[in-house]
């Protein structure tokens, strides 16, 4: 999954993308380097961010939705929580919802990608991007994604969403510490036998890394990037979530191979 943040402020890239013209043509280069499905976000989530009103949220994402619908050839996802913005999103031809807090914050976002036909991605958090770290306190990490996961499929299909439209993500770097995010890459084939959906993992360039890396920037941080994906890969991920597309596809089909092999 290629990352296209339609923002002014996106933590992990050296230049704004909110000149549509420029979203299209970085969406085209990804496709072109090998991205399955290209997820599209007007709102920034990480940590400490201030919520966007809808309406610029849609300013941002409609005008690219719109031009990628025709040209892209590859799925597109909408990064967002908000049930306003998923209807329109799904109405202009997106395939799924990519929703980073787990349906915690709009309850009609799963009835919304339900009556659309949409696929939903649902994140692990806790709390908002303002409140998520004081939020990261856990006993068995691992465990209690697990558990939260869980409610949040129980939720989708309780809104109509058929579990088989459902993907699940333990949510790198949201309400959770490095050694938290962490435990979560190494024990991530345990969320998976437990949940039974198919998972995506969004490590790129997050500042998790920083606890192996150092205090380097996040452009700087595609190496470390790298070993992130091939672990989860390894571990079973069927999703990764990608800023550097063309050099993360080497290390998800040598990641792909490995794998291979130890099962065969």
């Not at 704004?16 to 920034?44: F, N, T």
């Not at 452009?219 to 050099?247: Q, S």
Request: glycine share 10%; with cysteine.
């Amino acid at each position: 999954m290629g990352i296209l943040n339609v923002t002014p402020d996106s933590f992990a890239e050296p230049a704004s993308r909110l000149d549509p013209g420029r979203a299209v043509d970085a969406a085209l280069a990804m496709e072109a380097q090998g991205a399955d499905l290209i997820d599209i976000g007007g709102e920034s989530t990480r940590p400490g961010a201030q919520p966007l009103p809808a309406e610029d949220e849609l300013a941002r994402v409609l005008p690219v939705l719109r031009a990628l619908s025709r040209r892209l050839r590859v799925p597109i996802s909408v990064d967002t929580y908000k049930a306003v913005v998923a209807r329109e999103a799904l109405e202009l031809g997106a395939s799924l919802v990519n929703d980073v807090s787990g349906l915690r914050y709009d309850p009609a976002l799963a009835r919304t990608v339900a009556e659309l036909g949409g696929g939903l991605i649902v994140v692990h958090t806790r709390g908002r991007p303002q409140t998520m770290y004081a939020e990261a306190h856990y006993e068995d990490a691992v465990g209690e994604v697990a558990a939260e996961l869980g409610s949040c499929v129980a939720a989708a299909k309780a809104a109509g969403v058929p579990e088989d439209r459902i993907v699940i993500d333990p949510g790198i770097g949201f309400a959770k510490r490095p050694e938290h995010s962490y435990g979560v890459l190494a024990r991530l084939s345990e969320l998976t036998a437990a949940i039974g959906r198919p998972v995506l993992v969004g490590p790129s360039r997050k500042s998790f890394l920083r606890e192996a890396l150092g205090d380097r920037p996040a452009v700087e941080r595609d190496w470390g990037t790298a070993a992130a994906v091939a672990a989860a890969v390894l571990a079973g991920a069927h999703i990764v979530r990608v800023h550097a597309v063309g050099n993360m596809i080497q290390v998800v089909k040598v990641a792909e191979q490995i794998r291979k092999h130890a099962m065969s």
